[in-house]
Every structure is written in structure tokens, then in C-alpha cells.
């Protein structure tokens, strides 16, 4: 079976007894780890775990309610991002969709589990999406997906054609699911288009606990959207206790985490900016994303990924992203000293 994405720590060419310790670049998770909270939270849910979940997960989505000042109504919740947009494939089952390229696979991998006819926006070079992507938009899509930040890429939408984006959607009777997982880390809530929401019943937007509070292992997203209709469609389109307890008293914790929240854009934001300068000193091609990775290009070098393995390093590989080839990849921004190694890798590895 061939992993579509990072994180893949598990092989066991990887993984030897002997062998120093991976540093992981593959991952796009918060350099500072779970905080003490989520920590004491998911040790302590432990003695609720002779229960099942609740399945509508009643107190977490009281707590998002609470935080986004929405109605509870407002929020499902699921085993991840990715849980939540094969439920939405499936709840859906769309005739066309629309779909950026490059962006994160799982959009297109739960849209062929439907059957669902699919349509590319190719970006240009530069990986913008520009105005002309509303010409791509009609009445014969169903739905589209957009994710912004984008994934691997880390650049913004326009914060002016986003919503331009949405009306043309409403227009063409398009549900537009926007995917803001990453949009934490670019410390720009005004960006969001959650505001738009309770106007907006066509508009589902993703979210993720996973990157921004370091708990991939224990899955939990959550999705908002004014279609009550639609979100019961996706709970009854998977599993009935897509979220564990501690998953749940994980999220409810993380979400108290306010001032660790601005510690992990600031650091986030200075090493960014450090690492993209030194990686063009280095001769890569480096794109100014805004999200914890930065997406990068090494012209003629279709190797690097191997070249970094001896020194127990992992870099996302970006050639199964549609439309990119070998030369492009992808690392997460980490702590000044694990970005630092990284750096002394990648120039060893520029004199070879």
C-alpha cells in the first residue's frame, strides 16, 4: 500500500533498534508538543474509558460553541480532518467536483470512493489561486473544495477574492467546503470565513485539533456548518463513536489554551522566516507560505528525501501531489535547533 503522506515513522527500514532517533520534517505538527493541559486531560479521561463515547459528543461541540459563539447545532465532530471529509463524500455523493491542484489528496481519494466526476483549477507556477478560478465555477459543480492555507504549498487566497469565491458559489448552487486546518499558525483570524457562516448555509469549513496542539495520534476535527441537514447526513455516513473520549477531553482542554496558542504563531512565524531565508542561501527555491511547513524546490535534485536518510532525517516528498514532479518538497517548521540540523544536512547533502 502506497502512504500518501508524511509522518510515516512506522517503516521498518526507518525504525532500527540501533539506530539514532528520526528527526521528523514530514509532519506538519506544532514544535512545542501537546501542552501540559491536553496532556493531563487525555491521563485523566482514562478512568471514563469503561464507557463508550458519547456519539454526538455533546460536551466538546458546548465547548466549540462556546468558543466560536456559534450554536452548538453548528459543529460535528470527527476522528480527524480527513474522517470528515470522506464523510462528506459520502453524505454527499456528488455528480462534479472542483478541486485546486496541488492541494491535500484526501479530497480526491474520498471523491473517487463516489464516483464523483472531477474538474482541476491547475495552478500556475507560482501556486496562486487567481480570479479566473471563478470562471471554473457553474451550475454543474456540486461541490468544491479549497484549503487555506493551501497544502503543500502554504499560501493564503487572496482575502478579498474568498469571499467572491463563496458568492460565486451561492450563485451556482455549490457547496464550497473550505479547509482551515493550518489557518491557526498564520496568526490571521480575520482570514477565516467563519463569520460567513450562519449566512451561508453552502459553506462547510474544516478544522483540526492536530496540528496546532500536537495530538495527531489521537485524531479529533470538527466541521462548521448552518446545514443541520447536511452535518446529520455526515454523522450517519461513518461510524457511530468517530471520537474517542480522551480524544474529546483532549479537545476540550486545548481549547482553554490561549496564551500557549500565541506562544506557537510567534515561534512559528520567527523560525518561518529563518528557515526560508537560509534555505534560498542554500539554493532552493522556497515559496512564502504562512502555515508551520514551508514548500520548497530543488531544481534537478530528485533524491534529496534519500540523500537525508542517513542522517535520520524525514522530508516530505511532493511528487504524488498532482502536478508536481520530484523537485518539490515540503518541511515543517520546527524548533530553532531541529531546524538548525536540518540546514547543516541539506548543505551537506548541496556539496555532494
Not at 480526491?108 to 464516483?115: I, P, R, S, V
Not at 493551501?150 to 464550497?176: F, H, M, S, W, Y
Not at 455516513?237 to 483532549?250: H, L, N, R
Not at 512559528?268 to 537560509?278: G, N, Q, S
Request: charged letters at 25%; aromatic letters at 10%; one cysteine or more.
Amino acid at each position: 500500500m502506497e502512504l500518501l503522506h508524511g509522518g510515516n515513522i512506522y517503516d521498518e527500514n526507518l525504525n532500527r533498534e540501533e539506530a539514532a532517533p528520526l528527526l521528523d520534517f514530514s509532519a506538519n505538527i506544532n514544535p512545542l508538543g501537546m501542552p501540559d493541559s491536553v496532556r493531563c486531560a487525555v491521563c485523566a479521561s482514562l478512568d471514563l474509558a469503561h464507557n463508550y463515547p458519547d456519539p454526538l459528543c455533546r460536551k466538546l461541540r458546548t465547548a466549540l460553541s462556546e468558543e466560536y459563539a456559534l450554536p452548538a447545532e453548528f459543529f460535528l465532530c470527527g476522528n480527524g480532518g480527513a474522517d470528515l471529509i470522506y464523510r462528506l463524500a459520502y453524505a454527499l455523493r456528488p455528480e462534479k467536483a472542483l478541486l485546486t491542484a496541488p492541494t491535500f489528496a484526501e479530497y480526491e481519494e474520498a471523491l473517487k470512493q463516489t464516483d464523483t466526476e472531477l474538474c482541476f483549477y491547475e495552478m500556475q507556477k507560482d501556486f496562486v489561486v487567481r480570479e479566473d478560478i471563478l470562471a471554473r465555477m457553474d451550475e454543474s459543480v456540486d461541490v468544491m473544495f479549497l484549503c487555506n492555507p493551501n497544502n503543500p504549498t502554504g499560501l493564503l487566497v487572496d482575502q478579498e477574492l474568498l469571499p467572491r469565491i463563496l458568492e460565486k458559489a451561492r450563485q451556482c448552487g455549490i457547496l464550497l467546503a473550505l479547509d482551515e486546518c493550518f489557518l491557526d499558525f498564520t496568526g490571521q483570524p480575520e482570514r477565516s470565513l467563519v463569520p460567513y457562516v450562519v449566512q451561508s448555509p453552502g459553506l462547510l469549513i474544516l478544522k483540526s485539533f492536530t496540528k496546532m496542539y500536537a495530538m495527531p495520534g489521537l485524531r479529533l476535527g470538527y466541521c462548521i456548518c448552518s446545514d443541520q441537514a447536511l452535518l446529520s447526513r455526515m454523522a450517519v455516513a461513518g461510524q457511530c463513536w468517530g471520537v474517542s473520549i480522551p480524544a474529546s477531553e483532549a479537545g476540550i482542554a486545548a481549547l482553554k489554551e490561549k496564551e500557549y496558542t500565541q506562544r506557537v504563531i510567534g515561534l512559528v512565524r520567527e523560525e518561518r522566516a529563518f528557515l526560508k531565508t537560509e534555505l534560498e542561501k542554500l539554493g532552493f527555491e522556497v515559496w512564502d507560505g504562512q502555515a508551520d511547513y514551508l514548500f520548497f524546490r530543488a531544481p534537478g535534485v530528485y533524491d534529496l528525501y534519500e540523500r537525508l536518510l542517513p542522517q535520520r532525517i524525514l522530508i516530505r516528498r511532493c511528487a504524488n501531489y498532482r502536478g508536481l514532479d520530484g523537485t518539490y518538497y515540503r518541511v515543517a517548521v520546527k524548533s530553532h535547533e531541529e531546524n538548525m540540523r536540518l540546514l547543516g544536512a541539506l548543505a551537506g547533502c548541496s556539496e555532494k
